[in-house]
Each structure stands twice: as C-alpha cells, then as structure tokens.
C-alpha cells in the first residue's frame, strides 16, 4: 500500500485534467498494489530508461514522480522505512490507444515533458525505443494472442541485456476471481474507451511457457488477496 501522502502527491497533478482524471488517479494509486510493489521491491533501477506499454493516464510516471519528489523533501520522517529509495528514472516513453488517457497523462506531467513522454498509438504497431525496464500492467489481454507473442518479442528486441520486464496479468486459471478481472477490465474499457474487444487470456502457466519459448527467466510475485488474488507480476528477466 502506498503511503496516503504520496497518493495525494501522485494524484494531485491529474487535477488540472478534471475531476474523474484525479479521482481515478487517487483511487487507482490507493488500491492497485501493483505501484507500492514496484517501489517496495526496488523492481525499477536508477537511471532507467522506461518504456510503460498501455500507459494510461500515466499513473506509473506519476508515482514515480512524486515519490522521488516526496523522498527528497520529507524521507526523514515520512517515507516507509523498510523500502529502498525510490528511482529516478532517465526517460519514460508511455504509450496507450485511448486519447483521452494521453491527454490526461500529458497534462498531469506536462512539467516533466522533456524526459516523459506520451504517444497515442497501438503497441501492436508503434515503434519500442531502448529501454532498461518494460511495463506491460493489465494491458496485454486486450490484443490477441498473436499480437500478444509479438509484442512480446518486440519487447525483447528493445531491453538492454540486462533490463527487467514488468508483466501484470490475471492468470486465467484462478478461477472466478479471474472472471471477476475479465468482467472489470471489459467494463473499463467499454468506460473509457468505447471499445468492446474481446479479451485473450492466459493462465500463469500458459504465460510462463510464452516468456521461456521467447528466452526470458521469470520470477512471479502474488498481488496479495481479496480482489488481486487472481493478478500475477511477472519479472522476466531476457537470457542468452
Ligand atoms: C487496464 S488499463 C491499464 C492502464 C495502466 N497500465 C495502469 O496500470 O494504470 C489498460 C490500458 O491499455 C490500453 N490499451 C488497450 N489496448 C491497447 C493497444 N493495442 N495499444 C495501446 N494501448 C492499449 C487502454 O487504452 C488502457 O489505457
């Protein structure tokens, strides 16, 4: 769980977006374990050159933004004692097909605009420029399972040797809890988006066997219980 000052810090920025864009922001960061788990776990590195494929509104970079912000003014007495230093990251390039999560996402972190950038396009086609560490949260089941090995493929081709993919899925075979996220994410898309694409999921050990035939190492980390216990954090690591 992020501390609630930092959601507010990470929120705050969506404001200038209107009312749904920072009450989203809020919600999300507040009960989406996916952000603290990166921070918590120091799964992005110093420096890195982030490439966040379905990247919403931005709320990655917002987090990271204003933890980094948060940490320089208030670590003494504020920031979580057992987590490591929050990064700052070298350059974040988000990419997501709905305009109006890039314009939201564009307003928020217009102030960082010379490393943050987003660009509304399908990572089924838009180009993936070099990075340390690929973000793929809840957005590979909205493209078909071809696409979803070619993304992934791209993906590989644009890490660094030693750079980290970060993959969020439902695994498929978690029963109706994994309903439950199919039924969520559907809805959301319709909200936000107005499409209605079918979704393609796998369950863990069908995206496991994907990653090992496309030479990345994995480790899984549960997202904890209650309403993530179907969602899966993939750290694939590329392999010679
Ligand atoms: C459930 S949201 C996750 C957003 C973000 N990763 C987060 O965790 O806050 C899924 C996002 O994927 C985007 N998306 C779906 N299909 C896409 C595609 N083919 N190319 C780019 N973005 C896509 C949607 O527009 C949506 O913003």
């Known amino acids: 769980m992020l501390p609630p000052e930092l959601i507010e810090t990470a ?17 999300k960061l507040r009960h989406d374990p996916f952000f603290a788990h990166v921070l918590a776990h120091g799964l992005i590195p110093d420096g890195a050159r ?21 940490h320089r003014d208030d670590a003494a007495h504020a920031w979580p004692a057992l987590w490591p230093a929050p990064p700052a990251p070298h350059s974040i390039h988000g990419i997501d097909l709905t305009p109006r999560d890039i314009d939201w996402a564009r307003i928020a972190l217009k102030a960082h605009a010379a490393r943050i950038r987003f660009v509304c396009d399908d990572i089924r086609v838009a180009p993936f420029p070099q990075a340390d560490v690929v973000v793929a949260c809840d957005v590979l089941h909205y493209v078909d399972a071809n696409a979803q090995e070619a993304v992934l493929r791209r993906v590989r081709a644009s890490l660094a040797a030693d750079g980290v993919l970060l993959l969020r899925v439902s695994d498929a075979a978690a029963g109706w809890r994994a309903s439950v996220d199919r039924a969520v994410d559907f809805g959301m898309q319709l909200a936000r988006s107005g499409r209605t694409n079918g979704l393609t999921v796998r369950s863990e050990a069908q995206w496991l066997a994907l990653l090992g035939d496309l030479r990345f190492q994995v480790s ?21």
């Open 220 to 240: 899984i980390r549960p997202m904890g219980n209650g309403a993530h216990t179907a969602n899966r954090l993939i750290i694939a690591r590329p392999v010679d």
């Open 50 to 70: 982030i490439l966040d494929l379905g990247s919403g509104q931005g709320l990655l970079a917002a987090c990271l933004v204003g933890a980094h912000a948060w």
């Open 11 to 27: 929120s705050l920025p969506y404001r200038a977006a209107g009312r749904f864009a920072w009450h989203f922001a809020s919600a």
